[in-house]
T-cell receptor
Framework: QQQVKQSPQSLIVQKGGIPIINCAYE??????FPWYQQFPGKGPALLIA???DVSEKKEGRFTISFNKSAKQFSLHIMDSQPGDSATYFC????????????WGLGTSLAVNP | DTAVSQTPKYLVTQMGNDKSIKCEQNLGHDTMYWYKQDSKKFLKIMFS???????INETVPNRFSPKSPDKAHLNLHINSLELGDSAVYFCASSQAGGTGGADTQYFGPGTRLTVL
């Protein structure tokens, strides 16, 4: 049972496009929603994160949109670049379970030049 | 200067062997983790230690045994290796407790284990 459902599994866009990755959850005990970026041969690294008391957070070209009532959140990458090609994971922290991080299955993004 | 380091980076071994992967973090964090990432990139939490105490122990075969000699180190020992153990194993660390930024996990570079 996947507690954080992520889609799509893979995504291809042209340079300058705006890829959008979506995640959905059910557990209302989640209180922190990070996105991690993983390049080939590297470990995941935190990209951006949001708490459920805000609806949007922007850092540079990366924006998280959060819809608490729908239990959905998404990552938008503005003006995408080939260097953004990576695997992106959404996640959620369970406040009631040792703050365990629950991971989505990941989205492989390719940005073509 | 590496925040979370793992050794070795690559490990190729025969079925049935016993092997260990070492992890060290110099971030002063209280919590450390082991993850397994399969060929489909799925990240599966295996274990988590907080100040040398085991706090998360997922459904992992008991052939896998973590050991934390101190809060800066978390090693993973695997007995009787099987073909299905082939994967990339990541160590990570985070600061204990709190919310928001304290939950950020910092990952090592990974150890690619291949069982032949």
């Amino acid at each position: 049972q996947q507690q954080v459902k992520q889609s799509p599994q893979s995504l291809i866009v042209q340079k300058g496009g705006i890829p959008i990755i979506n995640c959905a959850y059910e557990n209302t005990a989640f209180d922190y929603f990070p996105w991690y970026q993983q390049f080939p041969g590297k470990g995941p690294a935190l990209l951006i994160a949001i708490r459920p008391d805000v609806s949007e957070k922007k850092e540079g070209r990366f924006t998280i949109s959060f819809n608490k009532s729908a239990k959905q959140f998404s990552l938008h990458i503005m003006d995408s670049q080939p260097g953004d090609s990576a695997t992106y994971f959404c996640a959620a922290v369970n406040a009631g379970n040792n703050r365990k991080l629950i991971w989505g299955l990941g989205t492989s993004l390719a940005v073509n030049p | 200067d590496t925040a979370v380091s793992q050794t070795p980076k690559y490990l190729v071994t025969q079925m049935g062997n016993d092997k260990s992967i070492k992890c060290e973090q110099n971030l002063g964090h209280d919590t450390m983790y082991w993850y397994k990432q399969d060929s489909k990139k799925f990240l599966k939490i295996m274990f988590s230690y907080n100040n040398k105490e085991l706090i998360i122990n997922e459904t992992v075969p008991n052939r896998f045994s973590p050991k934390s000699p101190d809060k800066a180190h978390l090693n993973l020992h695997i007995n009787s290796l099987e073909l299905g153990d082939s994967a990339v194993y990541f160590c990570a660390s985070s600061q204990a407790g709190g919310t928001g930024g304290a939950d950020t996990q910092y990952f090592g570079p990974g150890t690619r284990l291949t069982v032949l």
